[in-house]
């Protein structure tokens, strides 16, 4: 059933008055439904992924055995989760899970998720009560932003009662072949029934949303599960591919009113590209001089941030031979190696593009104590995809939001993240292909496209202030970076890099300070 | 230095008579052509694999920052191996490393890799001096097969003395934005310099290989190693460049003896295709029967080689339509979906193609106490790319030694390997043929290309029969699976899959039992 409020308290396990082959004919029919429906899922490209959550010996294993009866092993894989690693710890939280998600027209199983581990950490104490409404809000953009980009997310908590467990827990442990199969978690939670189930409760309620609700299953009657996981599975993905047929948000399906782009951010007023005074000059000596001083400064600010642990996202974006390139290496070149990464972001590959489109950033975010560079970023979306029709109207315009509540999530998590729009003028711009097409040794760096680019810099330049006005938010800034000059670009984009991790590091110890 | 003999104990450390400036602009040249070298790399599709290893605070870090200083992100990455996670712990050794290997035309350089882990492990005691004489052993073959399938392996080794190492310690530790950077092991090994020492020199003679030596670098002296470093790397390049464009195998380059076929195997003598009998019959009465005994059994010891970490690698190999997919079906449809995972092995992607052949089956290994099924597998190579020409014919030659290499790190590891063979003749498979081209719902399984390799059968005959007798194996064997009968054929299958795992937990049970 859907949840409702106070549903796990309420619930009344009963039996179905089916009998036995009855059951057993229906879960072979549904079974046979879904496997057909693979391929539906393969040609309208729909991504699904089927949560699995619910108390420990409630039969999670079991019931996905029994949806993925009839599935070819090339359209769904089964994850189990499992708690954090060391590394995964060092990321965001939302970051492992990010990274499960699956391709369009394919399934993934999800033995236990976000889910599981949020109300594990609520239990043990790692979170307070106000980091848990935090986390939820964070799990709620997540899902909603996987709804909104076309995923279907079948949420299914298995139910039983205590004494169903106590049973169960009972019968594994005697075995010494299932008795690993129960944990010390799996014991508890039957020792704190109660607790346990007010904690599922209050996250079932807080957590179904219209597009994405929770479904209660009675797990204490194992066919009559399996034929309910297997109905509402059916049921969703037909509902979905109908959706997406008829081309409506899943969201706007049930409240006509939705619109994920009211949200409303911290905006920093910035100004229009036509605006920024470009004529800023430094000489060979200057620059000379301020790079040696900026440089020292950044490779000592490097060792702190990672004795801080203080993730650092950079990104650039800019006309193409704004010179990012040359500004990027001025900066990596004073940092070691072990602790940043350039990520050079190009076109999508196909398991790239077979994905949610911040997807491939998630994966490349830092650990903490290091540093990313983007060379291009998500801001593609609002760019180069829309004015390429790479992506729906609805698609880019819900990007902005899409991209505000992203960076929120990381700087909230701790990164201090600084995004560069590298400036020059047409005539600079000019200037530079001509010189690339003369040296031969920079020929590569000239394609056809960048020419084409350039013929649309008006439309660019429509899109960009746009983008400019929309996400540059008080937590993650834009900043101009002026580069007709590229001596000043460079010394600049170091100057505002060794300035905010000044900052941070200055914070950092503060917060030591104030602990001790 | 390329690596002599007690090397590193009879090292100099002498600076080179040669001022500042003149090393400055040495650099500067060296890492300009290192960074023009890189475009070649890309035209002749060549992935170099940087190792650099050496002692505590010898400057791994600096000597990669001036490597990497004129290259574009887009070619290379550093990769800083830290230790093992449970996770990595729970696969093969070498998995977690050749997850690392380059694309084609890529640079990756590894701030320590497998040499480090695995003189931890001998220094920490995990590692018995007969279990490290065959780590080495594993090592050699590794690096061997990177070679001949095309790698450019630069081992760099930086040596610094005792006292230059407790220097560089000291230093870093007064600075607690340094002192980070010294790890206990530092310490322990600057404590332990000789015994150090003597592992160092012991494992550099082990793995200084004709086609990938290693080189000693004078790491005391800064500048000129960054001189060094450069050098080895850039004439490394050339090198192998030379040898890819005059089509040699970096081995025989050196040896002219050199064949990586001549290696001996346990074989088991296996019979020609048309010598087996295809006339098994089993009705569907008996089948249920069979199919309920054994399942119930398989489900049972899924659960013991959990128990008892034991890894599972079933291998399909078969003609088409010889019934693999449902085969492998009644397999799954005992297990517990957490426990196992079926990888359908197509035709490599991208990003698959562009590294060892080998790689995308080393990405899915099982972890212990679990079971990966490979519906199709790395026999690929001596098939489809042997008779479509995808591969060379050395290449082709080289894999059945590589094959038989791979499977039996698997097993020494633990794992028990069975490889099916699923065997119909040619009537039958035009049957099968005819019956998906006539039922809408399984035309999706018949596509052209089943069509072409039917008209190559007899030369796939001939191929077929030579894998089956040159990687039949004593611990990983070829099993015919009789399947013009598909009953016959589930019930075989999974009849030799039980025995296997009973096998493998009664020796569990026994080693356990001879412990306590």
Redesign the interface.
Same mark, same amino acid.
């Given at each position: 059933m859907l949840y409702q409020k106070n549903c796990l308290a309420q619930f009344s396990f009963q039996k179905v008055p089916m009998d036995r082959k009855t059951k057993k004919e229906l879960i072979r029919t549904k079974s046979e439904q879904l496997g057909?429906l693979q391929?539906k899922l393969k040609e309208n490209k729909l991504p699904v992924l089927v949560l699995v959550e619910g108390w420990g010996t409630a039969g999670k294993?079991?019931r996905?055995?029994s949806m993925?009866?009839d599935l070819? *092993?090339?359209f769904f894989?089964?994850i189990?989760v499992s708690s954090p690693?060391?590394?995964e710890l060092a990321k965001p939280f939302l970051a492992r899970h990010m990274k499960n998600i699956p391709e369009n027209g394919k399934l993934i199983?999800l033995?236990s998720g976000w889910m599981d581990e949020t109300i594990r950490a609520l239990e043990n104490g790692e979170l307070s009560s106000k980091e848990y409404e935090h986390r939820l809000e964070e799990i709620r953009v997540f899902e909603r932003q996987l709804c909104d980009n076309g995923y279907l997310l079948v949420k299914l908590f298995l139910h039983i009662d205590q004494q169903e467990q106590e049973k169960r827990i009972d019968e594994l442990s005697q075995n010494?072949?299932?008795s /690993?199969?129960v944990s010390d978690h799996d014991r508890w939670q039957n020792r704190h029934y109660d607790r346990c189930l007010r904690d599922f409760e209050d996250y079932l309620q807080a957590t179904s949303l219209p597009y994405a609700p929770w479904h209660v299953i009675d797990s204490v009657h194992r066919k009559q599960s399996e034929i309910d996981c297997l109905t509402i599975l059916c049921d969703s993905i037909e509902q979905a591919i109908a959706q997406k047929q008829a081309g409506v948000l899943p969201g706007s399906q049930s409240d006509p009113q939705y619109n994920p782009c009211s949200k409303e951010f911290p905006l920093i007023e910035m100004p229009l590209l036509s605006q920024i005074p470009l004529n800023q000059q430094m000489s060979r000596k200057e620059y000379k001089e301020q790079l040696k001083y900026y440089q020292k400064k950044l490779e +000592?600010l490097h060792?702190?941030i990672?004795?801080w642990k203080i993730p650092v996202i950079l990104a650039y974006e800019g006309w193409d031979a704004a010179g990012k390139?040359g500004n990027?290496k001025r900066i990596t070149?004073a940092?070691?190696?072990?602790g940043y990464?350039?990520?050079?972001v190009?076109a999508p +590959? *196909?398991?790239e593009l077979a994905r949610h489109y911040l997807w491939r950033f998630w994966q490349n975010l830092p650990k903490k104590g290091h540093i990313v560079i983007f060379?291009r970023t998500w801001y593609g979306r609002v760019m180069v995809e829309r004015l390429e029709g790479l992506c729906s109207e609805s698609d880019w315009k819900r990007a902005y939001t899409e991209m505000n509540e992203f960076e929120q999530q990381l700087t909230d998590w701790g990164a201090v993240i600084l995004k560069f729009w590298v400036q020059i003028d047409k005539d600079t711009q000019l200037a530079r292909f001509e010189e690339r097409q003369n040296t031969p040794?920079k020929q /590569?760096k000239i394609t056809e496209e960048d020419w084409r680019n350039r013929e649309k810099w008006d439309e660019y330049e429509v899109a960009i202030n746009e983008m400019l006005q929309k996400t540059s938010t008080e937590y993650a800034p834009w900043h101009i970076i002026e580069s007709n000059c590229k001596y000043y670009a460079r010394i600049k984009a170091l100057c505002l890099l060794t300035e905010a991790l000044e900052k941070a590091v200055k914070q950092a110890e503060k917060q030591a300070k104030s602990k001790n």
């Open positions: 057909s391929t294993g079991s996905i055995a993925i009866h070819d *092993p090339r894989q089964v189990s690693t060391p590394e199983f033995d010494p072949d299932t /690993w199969r +000592k060792n702190q990672y004795r390139g990027i070149s940092l070691d190696p072990r990464k350039v990520i050079p190009a +590959k *196909p398991y060379d040794e /590569w």
